[in-house]
Nanobody
Framework: QYRLVESGGGLVQPGESLRLSCAIS????????VAWFRQAPGKEREGLAS????????YFRESVKGRFTISEGDAWNRVYLEMKSLQPEDTAIYYC?????????????????WGQGTQVTVSA
């Protein structure tokens, strides 16, 4: 059974950092793309970054380039999102998603498997 579980969210002040983790189980990750998305209240879910077996890491949004870093753990079954210089506009539920494909879409429709999300709140 496929399963993705996010963790690491929380409440931080502006300028602080968080590292989100996505634990993946039930897959044999030979060809894959794992992506991080976020959804703020009243807004659409937006793609942030992806990492794949073919293309390495790709960042979809200019607003997170240089602040967010996607990476894989030493074992293939964990993907991280390191977030620095967090701002109130980064407040959202953050999701990881997986597609068994070499193609990494920036859109939610490109992913079949999702975690339940982890809340990130940036507030003074």
């Amino acid at each position: 059974q496929y399963r993705l579980v996010e963790s690491g969210g929380g409440l931080v002040q502006p300028g602080e950092s968080l590292r989100l983790s996505c634990a993946i189980s039930g897959f044999t990750l030979d060809t894959y793309c794992v992506a991080w998305f976020r959804q703020a209240p009243g807004k659409e879910r937006e793609g942030l970054a992806s990492i794949s077996s073919r293309f390495g890491d790709i960042y979809f949004r200019e607003s997170v380039k240089g602040r967010f870093t996607i990476s894989e753990g030493d074992a293939w079954n964990r993907v991280y999102l390191e977030m620095k210089s967090l701002q109130p506009e980064d407040t959202a539920i953050y999701y990881c998603a997986l597609e068994l494909s070499r193609h990494c879409s920036a859109y939610p429709s490109g992913y079949t498997h999702w975690g339940q999300g982890t809340q990130v709140t940036v507030s003074a």
